[in-house]
């Protein structure tokens, strides 16, 4: 089969022939139909002191289990987190990560919803949002904050403002249902909001800070980093919450596999509508992380083997 992998930190990326793996207990054999590309994985690749299996969503059919797998048999779709070598033809899939795919979603549809929307979703639940109030999504056309900005409707949220990169995105961020858009750098952030979703963190987390209300709720999931002053948060009774997706599914099985459900539901309810920036074949690798590096994208960019 075909794995995409690289040598020294930075890359290049390219395509190696390997064996197929055979699935270990507890582990599904997917064949890839679909490979979700994702800003951790890129920045990886170029901030790694070593380099490590390119990971991340998958979805596919399953081709053999591996010993006491109980949910799953050959035959079935799945979609999922893989942990190992996931840009490939193939990809070993733990079975506790492991998602249904419905016939009414495509293997497409499923690496632009379920672990994208996983983030935005358990993001918005820590926010302990309420009916009537008004939210800040950063990164809001990424593949995480386009399906945030649609949850925190879905919630309840009387206004919703995205913030972006470029200018050029705001007309996609709207047309999610956001009421306003803003873009990095620019002097304010209009009306103050309840709560805000940060997935860019850095020298954006002031900003992000500065645009709550008295009392008002920042989310921090991004790998980006970033430094608060503790008298940013004192001077407005502000709270600054880090949410982290790998602490659910290890340590809360049972609210990870409700969340998964309530996307598919409102997936196929037509509520929540996961989009697709650019499609890859396996060979592209470099061309859709650049894709990604470059914060071009409206969505999800997607590999195909």
């Known amino acids: 089969m075909r794995r995409v992998r690289y040598d020294s930190p930075g890359g290049p990326l ?8 055979e699935p270990g207990p507890g582990e599904l054999l997917v064949r890839c139909e679909a490979i979700g590309v994702t800003l951790p994985v890129v920045r990886k690749v170029t901030e790694a002191a070593e380099p490590i299996p390119l990971g991340g969503e998958i979805a596919g059919q399953v081709v053999a289990v591996g010993a006491a797998v ?16 996931g840009y490939a033809d193939y990809a070993l899939l733990q079975e506790a990560m492991a998602s249904a795919v419905p016939d009414s979603a495509t293997a497409t549809d499923a690496v632009a919803l379920v672990r994208s929307g ?31 900005v649609q949850l925190a409707r879905v919630r309840g949220a009387r206004r919703v403002v995205g913030a972006v990169s470029d200018p050029a995105k705001a007309d996609f961020v709207r ?5 306003g858009v803003v873009v990095y750098g620019e002097d304010g952030w209009g009306e103050p909001v309840d709560y805000a979703l940060d997935a860019v963190g850095g020298e954006l987390l002031g900003p ?4 709550l209300a008295p009392g008002g709720r920042l989310v921090a999931y991004s790998s980006g980093g970033g430094t608060i002053q503790a008298y940013d948060l004192l001077v407005g009774a502000k709270s600054v919450i880090g949410f982290q997706m790998a602490r659910i599914a290890r340590g809360r099985p049972e609210l990870y596999e409700r969340w998964r459900r309530e996307l598919w539901r409102l997936f196929e309810e037509g509520v929540v509508r996961p989009a697709v920036h650019g499609e890859f074949a396996l060979e592209e690798a470099a061309g859709a992380h650049a894709a990604i590096g470059a914060r071009a994208n409206r969505g999800k960019v997607v590999l195909h083997p």
């Open 14 to 21: 390219f395509l190696e022939e390997t064996p197929v793996p």
């Open 118 to 148: 996983l983030v935005a979703l358990g993001a918005l639940e820590a926010a302990r949002p309420e009916r009537g109030e008004a939210a800040l999504v950063t990164a809001a056309a990424s593949g995480v904050g386009h399906l945030a």
């Open 208 to 211: 992000a800070l500065g645009a």
């Open 175 to 179: 047309s999610l249902g956001a009421d």
């Open 70 to 85: 109980a949910r799953f048999r050959a035959g079935d779709r799945v979609t999922g987190l893989c942990f190992g070598h």
